[in-house]
């Protein structure tokens, strides 16, 4: 099993930054696709950034505001959010899959942590 635990979250002004983090333990191995998910309320669950082998990927929403990494031991997965917009307020879910085609589609997606509160206003 993958654990992965979200922290960071808060609140916080238009124009302003965060950075998420989540920490991932259990059997995970570097080729696995690590991605940033978030779901507003009433809304679907949607893919936000995603970082594998191939490289990194962005949702339109986010791109040039949003930056996906992983610390050089790899058990840390970030989420730096800059120029943030009201638009971003939903809970933030950071997401592991052995198996990932569709970089920033939730259903490929095997272990998720628990979620992360951001607002803005």
């Known amino acids: 099993d993958v654990q992965l635990v979200e922290s960071g979250g808060g609140s916080e002004q238009a124009e302003g930054s965060l950075t998420l983090s989540c920490t991932v333990s259990?059997?995970?191995?570097?080729?696995?696709?690590m991605g940033w998910f978030r779901q507003a309320p009433g809304k679907e669950r949607k893919g936000v950034a995603s970082?594998?082998?191939?490289?990194?990927a962005y949702a339109d929403s986010v791109k040039g505001r949003f930056t996906i990494s992983k610390d050089n031991t790899k058990t840390t997965l970030y989420l730096q959010m800059n120029s943030l917009e009201p638009e971003d307020t939903a809970t933030y879910y950071c997401?592991?899959?052995?198996?990932?085609?569709?970089?920033?589609?939730?259903?490929?997606?095997?272990?998720w942590g628990q979620g992360t509160q951001v607002t803005v206003s």
């Open positions: 997401a592991s899959g052995v198996y990932v085609m569709h970089k920033l589609d939730p259903i490929e997606y095997d272990s």
């Open positions: 259990g059997n995970h191995y570097d080729n696995y696709c």
């Open positions: 970082i594998d082998s191939d490289g990194t």
